[in-house]
C-alpha cells in the first residue's frame, strides 16, 4: 500500500503547477468615455475603453518576510515587476493607452480623490470585484471613479490583485522530519500541495458607470516546491485572453471639456 | 536466455525511451528556424492554404525597402473627387504560417521528462545484459515513431492552414475599403472593372499575412500583415505608402500585432486567429482611409 501511496503522490506532483487562466466576467455593454467608435467597425467590448487607468496592485505574500522562503523571495522586486509590466503588456501588446497610478512606477499620475486615499479605493474596488456584480459600485466608490476619468480622462480603470504563497525554510525542516518518520510526509504534502501556489486576479471597470466589466482570474497551486513566480510570465498569463484595444483609426476621439480641465 | 522466456514488463519501458529519445531532438529543434532563414518561397506551408495566386509585384526598391513607420501625405486628393476612381485591393502571395516549430516546449518536456522517470527506474530494476535488448527495441520503435509524430505535426499545421484559408482577407479589405472611401470621396468610388478606362485607383497590394511563431516568449504566436498603397492620379506618378503590422515592426498609425498563446489562438478551428486576421483585414482598411483622408 505504501508503494502505492508514494506512486499516487508522485503522479499528482508530476501533474503540480497546473496552472489555468480563466475570464470570469466579460461584459457585452461597455461604453466609454475619451471616444465615439466608428459604427460598422470590428466587434470589440472591454476593447472598447481604450484609456485605462491602472491603479497600484494589491499583492499578498506568505510568508511575508522574504528571507523565511525556502528558496530566496524578493518581493518588492516582484511587486515593482507587477508594476511595470502591467502597464508594458497592455500597450505593447493589446495596443491600449494606459496612465499608471502606482508611485513605485517613475512616470506615474498623481490625482486628488474624494473622501478616501488611493489605498482604500483599491481595497474597496477589490472587495467590490470579488461580488462579481453587474450592478454600479456604491455612491463612494462612484464619485472616486468620476474624479478619476474627470481629472485622467480615462474610459477604464485595471486593478491587479493576487497572493503568493511559498514553502517556508520552517515548513522545510518539519517536512523532513515527517519524511524520516515514513508516512508522515504523506500527510504532509497534499496539504501543501494545495496551499502552495500563485493567484492573481485583474479587474477591468468603466469609469462611466463604475460597474466591472472584464475579470481574468490566473491560478497556479499543486507544486510544493514551486519557486517565486516571475512576472515577466505572470503577467501574459494574467493578461493574455483580453481583447485588444479599438484602433484609433476607427474612433472618433472626444477632447477632454475644457471646463474639467480647468478645474 | 530467450527472448520468449523474458516477462513483457521488462520491455514496457523501451517505447518510453524511444519517445524520450524523440522528445530530447524536438526540443532542441524547437524555435530553430530563425525567421532570418525562412524563405516562403521555397517553404512547404504555402502548399497548405488555397489561395487565388496573382502576379508577383516589383520588388521593392532600394529607397523603399528603408522602413518607415511615419504615414505619408499622399499629394493631389482634390482630383480623386473629380471622376471615377476604382478601389482594388489584391494579394502578393499565399497566406503565410512562419517559423512555426514542431512541438510546444510544454509538450516536448511533458514526455521528455515521463520518460526519464519510468526509464532510469527500469533501469535500475533490470540487470546489465538487457541493456542490448532495450537498444534494439529502442531502434525499432525510434524508427516507427518519428515518422508518426512527424506525421502529427504536418496533419495540425495542415488543420491550421486550411482553417486560415477560409478567410478571405482581400475581400474583406476590399468591401471595408470600399464603405469608407464612399464617405469620404462620395459616389465617384467604383469597383475596378478592365471595362473602364480609370485614371484614378486606390490599390492596396498585401505582401504578405500570416502568422508566426514567437521565439521570444514560449507557445506564442503572433499575426502580422504588410501592405503596400497605391496612389494613381493623373498628372501624378503612381505614389506608394506601406502599412506594417508585424511583431518586429508597425506603422505609427497600426496597433500591435496580436500575439497570444497558441493554445488559445488555435483552439475550435483556430477561432481566434481567424477573427485576428478578419480584424487586421478591417484595421488596414481603416488605416489607408485616414491616411488619404488625413492628406487632404
Redesign the interface.
Known sequence: MKPVALCAIMALMWCAGCASTNVVVNSSSVAPVTHQPESGSISRNVGLLRRLAILPARLEFSPSNGKQCFESCDWEQLTLDVAQDVPKYLTEWRGYEVVVLDPMVADHASLELPGMSLDDLVKELATFAEQRSNEPPKDEIGQCLQAITKQLWVDGIVLIQGSVSITSKLETGLGLALAASGYGLLGALPIQMVRIGSKFEADIFETRTGRLVWASVYSSIGNPFAAPPAAHTLMPQLLDPIEPALPVTMTHIIRQPRSELME | MVLKDLPLSYFAPIPLFALFLIASSCTTSTGARKQSDYDPAQSSNAEFVSSRPEEVIAPLTEDDAVFSPVPRRFLGLEELRSGPTAVRVRMARAADLENFGRFTQTEAMTVA??SM?VVSGAFGAAALPLLGVYAAWGSIFFGGAVPGMLAFEKHRQASIAEAIAKVDLPQIVQTALQ?RLVSLLGESITAPSSDLDIEREVEVVILSYGFLWNAN?PD?ACSFLQAEIRLTIPNHETQKDWVYMEPSRRSD????A????SE?LFADDSALARQAL??NA??LA??V??RLESSQ
Do not use: L
Open positions: 521528462f515521463a522517470i464603405r516568449v506564442t498609425d497600426a496597433p500591435p496580436y500575439c497570444s498563446y488559445r478578419s480584424d478591417e484595421i481603416s488605416i482611409a485616414r
